[in-house]
């Protein structure tokens, strides 16, 4: 299976800043077959990027993916108070889908 | 809008068998989806459990395929998950979620989750 690494595991940064996170997978993942997720405590997974890029609906233009193969990123241009919170990516390209470990975003 | 809420006993003992249903409202469990079930443990990361096509078809997580089933119920407008032999490591949230089959990928439906203990 594929396994995707996340990283930082925890970025400490302050509302306004940028973040951006890495997830790097074991091998290609097809089609660039990659989502972002956001979740918060007692949440369900909230879908943010698909297809690596593609936008979720109602997901602020402030959230963008970008990347192919084994090395994808999410970037958040500017951090809002709400967007601090856990983030995972999942690859759907190959069976079983898999996600990664998870990258904190905490108030500095 | 469609909304998806799992339901099933909170508790369940060890070697027993862990069932969940997840009612869908607002759309049809006929229509061009993906029905999938994925579960967090305790303060743990996601793990994919496996999913069901309108059509019947099923993929599973291999590290848990022996000993878990999927299956749909149109009648109900519902579908469900069975874990077989459950053990402690099986405690987690449960959440059921839906993806569009003509958009692969776009998992934007979600349960607000169930948390499931095994215990005895």
């Known amino acids: 299976e594929i396994v995707l690494t996340q990283s930082p595991g925890t970025l400490s940064l302050s509302p306004g800043d940028r973040a951006t996170l890495s997830c790097r997978a074991s091998?290609?993942?097809?089609?660039?077959?990659l989502t972002w997720y956001q979740q918060k405590p007692g949440q369900a997974p909230r879908l943010l990027i698909y297809g690596a890029s593609r936008r979720a609906t109602g997901i602020p233009d402030r959230f963008s993916g970008s990347g192919s193969a084994t090395d994808f990123t999410l970037t958040i241009s500017r951090l809002e108070p709400e967007d601090f919170a856990v983030y995972y990516c999942q690859q759907y390209g190959r069976l079983p889908r898999t996600f990664g470990q998870g990258t904190k975003v905490e108030i500095k | 809008q469609v909304q998806l809420q799992e339901s099933g006993p909170r508790l369940v003992k060890p070697s027993g068998t862990l069932s969940l249903t997840c009612r869908v409202s607002?759309?049809?469990?006929?229509?061009?989806?993906?029905w999938i079930w994925v579960r967090q443990s305790p303060g743990k990361g996601l793990e994919w459990i496996g999913e069901?096509?309108?059509?019947?078809?099923?993929n599973y997580n291999p590290s848990l395929k022996s000993r878990v089933t999927i299956s749909v119920d149109k009648a109900q407008n519902q579908f469900s998950l069975k874990v077989t032999s459950v053990t402690a490591a099986d405690t987690a949230v449960y959440f059921c979620a839906r993806e569009p089959t003509n958009d692969y990928g776009r998992t934007d439906s979600w349960g607000q989750g169930t948390l499931v203990t095994v215990s005895s």
């Open positions: 607002g759309d049809s469990v006929s229509g061009s989806y993906w």
């Open positions: 069901i096509h309108h059509s019947g078809s099923t």
């Open positions: 091998q290609v993942v097809n089609s660039n077959y």
